[in-house]
């Protein structure tokens, strides 16, 4: 059974940072791609950042140049470093990741962990 578990978000005033992270764990053989979507109240999921399994990276155009995604292939963990944070940020993130387990590769959705940006 793999899961993926979001840490690091809070409360932060407008212009802080905060750096999420995403544990995976379970019978895991592989890692593909990892991605941080988030979700605010009333408003569709949105694709934040992405990286491959071999390292290319995409943001959303609102976040490039603040936010930054990795990964340590060998803690299982991806992270999303995010600084200067806006006060629209607000929201639930979400992690996203493809990954092999004991059978076959699948799709996991973390639990998502609040971000608050006060004003």
């Known amino acids: 059974q793999v899961q993926l578990v979001e840490s690091g978000g809070g409360l932060v005033q407008a212009g802080g940072s905060l750096r999420l992270s995403c544990a995976a764990s379970?019978?895991?053989?592989?890692?593909?791609?990892m991605a941080w979507y988030r979700q605010a109240p009333g408003k569709l999921r949105e694709l934040v950042a992405v990286?491959?399994?071999?390292?290319?990276?995409n943001y959303a155009p609102s976040v490039k140049g603040r936010f930054t995604i990795y990964k340590d292939n060998a803690k299982n963990t991806g992270y999303l470093q995010m600084n200067n944070l806006k006060f629209e940020e607000t929201a639930v993130y979400y992690c996203?990741?493809?990954?092999?387990?004991?059978?076959?590769?699948?799709?996991?959705w973390g639990q998502g962990t609040q971000v608050t940006v006060s004003s």
């Open positions: 379970g019978s895991i053989s592989s890692i593909g791609s």
């Open positions: 990286i491959s399994t071999v390292g290319m990276i």
């Open positions: 996203n990741a493809t990954i092999k387990g004991a059978a076959d590769w699948g799709a996991y």
